[in-house]
């Protein structure tokens, strides 16, 4: 029996390997579905790539990848006005099973950080303008 690399299985005709990358993309994508997510928390570097135009959708996801599991915390701000364990809750679920479903990886743990809570803009309603009064007569 040989042993394989992490992140490697073998097939008949070759190896197959995921990126620890690509599982924090999916990972991180799964997370902002989430009702109640207002977005990931990145920290400097995520900062710097907004700032540079790139969208960086691993950006407050980190992972540990084995051979045949996988360990995931993600950083989220949420929305304010949202129950943060029903949103924690549906951020595990949905994570575990997109990793789980596309990757074929066991998932045994998602740690949900909350690092932040947004609010809603308040609607500006417009008032008519007033006149200003006359003053020359």
Do not use: C, W
């Not at 993600?74 to 990757?103: C, D, L, W, Y």
Request: aromatic residues 2%; charged residues 20%; proline residues 4%.
């Amino acid at each position: 029996m040989t042993i394989i690399a992490a992140d490697y299985e073998k097939t008949d005709i070759g190896t197959i390997q995921i990126a620890p990358e690509v599982i924090e993309i999916i990972a991180g994508m799964a997370t902002i579905e989430v009702p109640g997510v207002a977005g990931m928390s990145g920290g400097f570097a995520g900062g710097i790539a907004e700032l540079l135009g790139r969208k960086n959708m691993s950006k407050g996801v980190k992972v540990d990848v084995g051979q045949r599991e996988a360990s995931i915390d993600v950083s989220i701000v949420i929305e304010f006005g949202t129950r943060i364990p029903e949103v924690a809750s549906g951020v595990q679920a949905n994570v575990k099973h997109a990793i789980e479903s596309m990757t074929g990886l066991h998932v045994v743990q998602v740690n949900v950080h909350i690092h932040d809570v947004i609010f809603k803009a308040a609607e500006k309603v417009e008032e008519p303008a007033e006149t200003a009064p006359n003053r020359v007569k």
